[in-house]
């Protein structure tokens, strides 16, 4: 190959045009050993079973194929600066493509003759000759190293290609193949819906045994996504652009309505779906739970906590302890509403004992200093010293049971629920009442209330509160803890509080004093906040979102070990949290459905069973692929999107402030 | 003394072997805009940070009002009422500019977690009432930092809009000393100018009384009714300006000792 070094911007152009040899090289190499090491960690061999067109594609094939095209076209990508004309893609697009994934061919296909002349196998076990056969073709190496070669070539030419395709057809081919990536995914979801529906036939017509999709279903999801996508692109376009046109408070209204909405069809879903599925939803929403109190913590005050998992554990323990016949020295023998006051108070204990020593902490040191304390956590449920309380090794068993003999369950009594409903509408008749009382001018945007209609309010929540005091169990709903339907319900129920005081909390002063904790710690105590209380406060209420998070886990399983509450735990949640976007709910929301939903959790399985192995490099590549292309999150708040974009903010504002100027100059 | 407002004596704080007060006393009555002016490194920031509860002083007592308040922590003594600026402007960037004024007010405002979450009437009226005092502090600065600029973030804000929303933060928090650190440092003169006269009118309209400690001699000039001169801790003058621009002590400080005879100056 010869060194084609010619300047960007110059107007010699060969047939490799402005794309160097070196570059060529670069992106070669890394593409090459993306697809060795993805075939030597195992990847390429377990994810093979698994089709994803069936019988033409692989997702074993999938999982490299997009290694060559990708880096084909990335290679002869330029970067598009305003005011500079782009030379028009031509031939030059395609050859360095099909260079560059020649050269990813040329480094399996040594991988394949190094492994077929040395044992590698004792170091890396799934370099099996299986493997090597799948990957060479089922050829001899020599030959399936060239036609590695060959392949990879034409690969790179054809993610080269993409450049010469018109935007109006790039567009529609990329949702085509988002679709079809998406069908995969979603194969268990599809794939249950339709049978819970009696639709089960054409479920054998979209997805074969293999799991792929078959061919003419194939077809149909990316013809139609094509097209989808060429009819439809300006409306979704004008739809989006009202939404963001809107005013702050229709803005709001439409994400109240997108919310209950979702939170509707959250509530329909479990019935959709099969027992494996629900397992899915209900650790998701777990995993929400415990992601919107880290996130009040990380998010909204700004203390980086890595040993979380100790409040989770708090959680699950006290429910343990004071509901379980067979807890060690202590068994009060709760039902489990009962025992959610002991959790609650054991959390708030746990937070102000956590939270007190390390809240003069700052950044760094604070996150090493919880981590140590997460890790405490673990070690003292583990200890024999705390044995005849925690049972040390051996966990404890019989976790909040149904009755004699059967198994860990919650029993919801409706009354209870009437009447704790009462109690929050008395408390609310009370303070309209109060605030009728007083003698106020009436204030823009400020409701007032006649001392009539507060009394009422009062009076049916106390008629409410006594009916269910009354008649506690007129009416119940008994979960049981091996029954993920009813566990996601319950689950969901409790997410949906989280969310509900996460966000009242956040928009109120206490809110406002976090953020401003989190931006400035002496100035925010410099305009008069209490940072230790204002960061305890913080600590507290994640730890109790946490405590629930825990207690439902204990009923969930039955039984709880120290093991379940490894410092992973803690990573898993700050990850979720990132990903989705740092003080965001529905961010938390949405990196939980990715990452516990899809990946699946740290113990739990996702939609793809054969990422299980993998998971966790596939967190690792995920997180580093956020942090480099959208550090802010999947969904952020508009305040963690303006942080982390501050040019793009500054050059909207300048642009903003010349129209500024000018209408300040008319009058 | 009854006036009395600000009574500090014989402040003193070393940070190890330097002393960056010794023994400064300064009195300031209700009503007054008192200067505090000296060269680099005198201890003008130090005294701030000392009245503000960012230090704590080795010796001496801060009065406010007749409490001493030397050893409090900052937020006790906003709470108190005194409210300050900085030199180096910390305003919480990623809050918008209302957002900024808004969470100054938190000493003033008392709705708890239990209303925020019912969305009682109180806590409603009280998030009401935050807004309007924010929208209205800001209103003092004129177009400055009206309409649009109340929902930008903070960092996109202009150096001189900077330093005015810093002054409008610290009113937000219904101080009745105000300690400014060089609030025109950085400004052009048609901003210094504006400035000079909204200091004047921070207390002859809302009733502040102002420390300030300023560089340019124009503003001091302008807006102080005394003058505090420190110099290597040590409050070497005081009085009107014109008493002190004329101090032989102050001009030394600033200039240096004439070389030959000692009567150069004036």
Known sequence: MTAVTTPVGSARRGVLGDVTARSMLRRGAIGGLTVVFIAAIGMFETFDARKVIDPIVSLGYASIVWVPIMFGYLVSKRQELEGIEAPPPGASNVVSGGAVGAIVGFIVGLFLLIADAVHLRDIFLNISPEMRETLGFGQEPLMGAMLLVLAGAALGALGGTLHLLPERLRGPLRSALVALVLFNFAELVIGNILRELGAGAVDRLIYRPSRGLSMPAAAIVAVGAFLAKILMSGRVRAARDKVVGQSESAKRRTALIGGVLLVAIGALMPSLFGTYLNEILSNVGLFILLGLGLNVVVGYAGLLDLGYVAFFAVGAYTTAVVTSPLSPSFSPELAFFEALPWVLGMAAVAGLVIGTPVIRMRGDYLAIVTLGFGEIARIALQSDWLANLFGAAQGIIRISPLGPGQGAGIRVSYGYVLAAVGIVLLVIGFLRWRDSQRDVAPLDGVPSYTARSSLLLMGAGALAAVLGMLFPTFLTWTINGIDPPAMFRIVLVFAVLAGFVTWRLQESRVGRAWVAVREDEQIAQAMGINIVTTKLLAFVIGAMLASFGGALFAVKLGTIFPHSFQIIQSIIILVIVIVGGMGSLRGVAIGAVVLIGVLGGPTQPGLLREFAEFKLLLYGVILIWMMLQRPEGLWPSARRARELHAEETLQDVWLKDVDGEAEEVKP | ????????????????????????????????????????????????NIISGMFHPDQGEILFRGDDIAGMTPDQVTKLGV????????????????????????????????????????????????????????????????????????????????????????????????????????????????????????????????????????????????VAVLDHGIKIAEGSYDEVSSDDGVIEAYLGRPAATGEAAS
Do not use: W
């Open chain 2, 1 to 48: 003394m009854t006036a009395a407002i600000l009574d500090v004596r014989a402040l003193t704080k070393r940070f190890g072997g330097l002393n960056a007060l010794s023994g400064v006393d300064l009195t300031v009555n209700s009503g007054e805009i008192v200067s505090v002016i000296g060269p680099n490194g005198a201890g003008k920031t130090t005294f701030f």
């Open chain 2, 83 to 226: 409210a300050r600026t900085f030199q180096n402007v910390r305003l919480f960037p990623n809050m918008t500019v209302l957002e900024n004024v808004m969470v100054a007010q938190h000493c003033r405002t008392r709705q708890g977690m239990l209303s925020a979450l019912l969305r009682s009437p109180g806590f409603l009226r009280e998030e009401a009432e935050i807004e309007d005092r924010a929208r209205e502090v800001l209103s003092f600065f004129g177009t400055r930092l009206a309409g649009y600029r109340h929902d930008q973030p903070a960092f996109v804000l202009s150096y001189a809009n900077r330093r005015r929303l810093e002054i409008a933060r610290a009113m937000a928090t219904q101080p009745e000393l105000l300690l400014l650190d060089e609030p025109t440092a950085g400004m052009n003169p048609r901003e210094t100018r504006e400035l000079t006269e909204l200091i004047g009118e921070l207390r002859d309209e809302r009733g502040f009384t102002i420390v300030v400690i300023e560089h340019d001699m124009r503003v001091v000039r302008d807006v102080s009714d005394r």
